[in-house]
Nanobody
């Protein structure tokens, strides 16, 4: 069974930094993309950043220039470096992965979510 485990959340003052990690485990033939989402209290979940199997990255306008998504393919891990944090960045950050589970299903794609890690930015 494929699982994602996030870590790195916590409480930080405005202007500070945090680095989130998301490690995938289980039977994975190929990771097609990994992404970070966040959901603030009372708000809908939104996409924060994503990275494809080819290394292309995309970011929400609200985090461009402050957040950086990266990966370690050998460890099946994706990171989110968050700098210049603002109180409005406070949210539950969740990792998402699209993957092909086997050679037989190499043209298909499944999706899995992590449990999330809480980021709180104080003013």
């Amino acid at each position: 069974q494929v699982q994602l485990v996030e870590s790195g959340g916590g409480l930080v003052q405005a202007g500070g930094s945090l680095r989130l990690s998301c490690a995938a485990s289980g039977t994975i033939f190929r990771i097609n993309a990994m992404a970070w989402y966040r959901q603030a209290p009372g708000k809908q979940r939104e996409s924060v950043a994503a990275i494809t199997s080819g290394g292309s990255t995309t970011y929400a306008d609200s985090v461009k220039g402050r957040f950086t998504i990266s990966r370690d393919t050998a460890k099946n891990t994706v990171y989110l470096q968050m700098n210049s944090l603002k109180p409005e960045d406070t949210a539950l950050y969740s990792c998402n992965m699209a993957y092909s589970p086997s050679w037989r299903e190499r043209y298909g794609s499944r999706e899995v979510w992590g449990q999330g890690t809480l980021v709180t930015v104080s003013s």
